[in-house]
């Protein structure tokens, strides 16, 4: 299988990169730099095909797809920059990135024939409720700009192609890049106490795991829109807070407030994250394990390559 992968810079891209590469797939990497270095993990590099990518030119995106003939199009790469995406000099180039740039893939997808994965979001939705949000429901209602211009991207590859995966995820976090694991643990080094939010609901989301159920996924053609995140049930951000400062040993104190207290930020943000995810047991596929698994994993991690 010949898999193009977008965003190898990002967190995501980075370890579907090597899950790939792992299983002896042929990978070609893409991403906005003129160069690509590898895929590092402490002293590991590795390294595949890369071929330089603006994905919100659609004469490069149509001429990268009839080079490459990729079999599958694991498209990774995004604005997610959530708050910024709210200013008023960004918001064009965000609904070019997340929303024209898919377009122009799936187009380009459709005119050689090949697969398409597209990593979506929760912020399709509204956010409300308590219901976990199921992944062929249709009630969107996006609240910020990054989750408009994602559902733009969505409604692009399901009119254009019916060979495609719509991967919905929440919270992520892996090693190349940041996150909030990353944000807590730096500030909570210098500070004795944090306030987080207790009325966000959600599942975090580890790159590593969903890495591994991406590349099951387009080794089928179980096609369709499914939600994925790490078990272990539903959690506030206070509580993410707490455990992450219990995993690291850190003793900084961590206060739960609503959002309304913590002040709102540019972006409006999801108060109901709950993704339901029983679709993928009932097509065959594993789920990611518990997200505490998960967290232990990345905390251990992150202290080696420290």
């Known amino acids: 299988m010949r898999a193009l992968v977008t965003g190898v810079a990002g967190q995501l891209g980075h370890d579907v990169v090597n899950e790939l590469l792992r299983r002896g797939e042929e990978v070609i990497g893409s991403d906005l730099a003129a160069t ?8 590991a590099v590795t390294t595949c095909r890369y071929v330089p990518l603006d994905i919100t030119d659609r004469a490069a995106v149509e001429r990268v797809m009839r080079e490459v003939k990729p079999d599958v199009l694991i498209h990774c790469a995004a604005w997610t920059a959530v708050d910024a995406a709210e200013d008023a000099d960004k918001r064009e180039l965000v ?4 929303g024209l740039g898919t377009e122009y893939l799936a ?3 459709r005119e050689i024939d090949a697969k398409m994965m597209y ?12 219901a976990p949000w199921e992944p062929d429901c249709r009630d969107f209602d996006p609240q910020n700009v990054y989750g408009m211009t994602k559902l733009y991207g969505e409604e692009a590859v399901r009119q254009q192609l019916s060979k495609y995966f719509i991967v919905r995820i929440a919270w992520v976090f892996g090693v190349n890049g940041n996150n909030f694991i990353k944000t807590m643990l730096r500030v909570g080094a210098t500070h004795p106490e944090l306030r987080v ?15 591994v159920l991406l590349a099951d996924m387009v080794e089928t053609e179980k096609y369709g829109t499914y939600h994925a995140t790490n078990e272990g049930g539903y959690i506030s951000w206070y509580e993410f807070a707490k455990a992450i400062f219990e995993e690291a040993g850190m003793d900084t104190k961590v206060t739960p407030v609503t959002t309304a207290e913590y002040g709102q930020s540019k972006a409006m943000r999801p108060f109901n994250s709950r993704l339901e995810k029983k679709k993928l047991r009932e097509q065959g596929f594993t789920p990611l394990p518990d997200w505490r698994d998960a967290l232990h994993r990345y905390v251990k991690l992150l202290r080696e390559e420290a």
Request: charged share 10%.
């Open 36 to 43: 690509y270095s590898g895929v590092q993990d402490g002293t």
């Open 95 to 98: 609904q070019k990135i997340n």
């Open 107 to 109: 187009a380009a997808c």
């Open 119 to 130: 990593i979506s979001t929760d912020y399709v939705f509204s956010g409300q409720g308590t």
């Open 197 to 211: 939010v207790n009325d966000q609901i959600g599942t975090p989301t580890y790159t590593l795991d969903l890495a």
